[in-house]
């Protein structure tokens, strides 16, 4: 049985009126694997943002189904695309796809390489025909479907195998196109928070969203943010103590309350537009996180 932990403070008023505010509407995303709509219907408040991540094995056919099984059902499905998996040739059928969903918004990334697999749909082609980089998908989905709102990802930590200034740049070249941008995975609210105000002083006024993990299994959030290069943010939660190692090494789940709440000054300040939260297919999970915490912060609990 995972350790029971003393209440987090919520702080003052003003406080626990702003992350309520961010734990009303947060994005949750997903993977696209079997029986995970039905969890989503079952799970997550109706007409959620729910984002369906891209499979650098599997090609974006499971995204794009599952994403149009989610908006069938009411939620506000965003597919990822990824330049990885996608040509001139392939993308207007997704697009097409896209659009007979009712789906309104897309999320674009690099993507991963995968091995190019024989009779895959739109995964076919030459790997040579494949879009370069996020940033030439974005312009061809921009010059096809104009209506579709366009999110990117963006790095607090940086990203282990791509200089700091090439993010800088690309991020800048792709916020003319972009609604928004969906922090990478990070455990260090102070860190996301200069993030979001570094891209402010640099001109980038897009909806700038931090990643935090929903109420995950502990050793398989330890895996996914070693593997996906997290480790200052780690280090952070080190240097926390005893206890807040605890919360993360222990059986169990993981508690993301201390960073809902981290992102939130003691004056109720905030300079991140909303959270998204990489939920691992963890939907019940991570929604009775939620919930609690908002009983919590509605009943001005203190503790």
């Known amino acids: 049985m995972a350790r029971r932990e003393r209440a987090i403070p919520l702080g003052s008023a003003a406080h ?17 694997l079997a029986g995970i709509v039905d969890e989503a219907a079952n799970h997550l408040p109706a007409g959620a943002t729910v ?57 674009i990334v690099g993507g991963d390489s995968a091995p190019p697999r024989a009779g895959a749909g739109h995964d076919a082609g030459d790997r040579q025909d494949r879009f370069g980089d996020g940033l030439q998908l974005i312009e061809a989905v921009r010059r096809l479907a104009p209506q579709l709102h366009v999110g990117v990802p963006g790095y607090p930590e940086g990203h282990p195998r791509i200089p700091q200034q090439s993010l800088e740049q690309s991020l800048a070249r792709k916020a003319e196109h972009a609604a928004c941008v969906v922090g990478q995975l990070c455990f ?37 943010a070693g593997r996906i290069g997290v480790g200052d943010s780690l280090r952070f939660l080190s240097s926390g103590g005893t206890r807040t190692a605890l919360r993360l090494v222990s059986p169990g789940r993981y508690d993301p309350t201390p960073l809902v709440t981290g992102l939130v000054r003691a004056d109720g300040g905030v300079v991140v537009s909303g959270i998204h939260l990489y939920t691992f297919n963890a939907l019940q999970e991570t929604q009775l996180w939620r919930r609690r915490l908002l009983a919590r912060l509605q009943e001005g609990d203190p503790r």
């Open 188 to 224: 260090d609210p102070h860190t996301v928070t200069d993030w979001a105000v570094g891209l402010c002083a640099r001109g980038l006024h897009m909806s700038v969203y931090a990643g935090l993990p929903g109420a995950v299994g502990s050793a398989r959030l330890m895996r996914i």
């Open 51 to 107: 984002t369906v991540t891209a499979s650098p094995t599997r090609g974006p056919e499971p995204t794009l189904e599952t994403a149009a099984a989610l908006a069938r059902v009411g939620f506000h499905a965003v597919p990822h695309l990824a330049a990885t998996q996608y040509c001139e040739e392939s993308l207007p059928e997704a697009l097409q796809q896209i659009g007979a969903a009712g789906i309104r918004e897309v999320f």
């Open 16 to 32: 626990r009126a702003s992350v309520r505010h961010l734990l009303e509407r947060p994005r949750f995303e997903v993977i696209p």
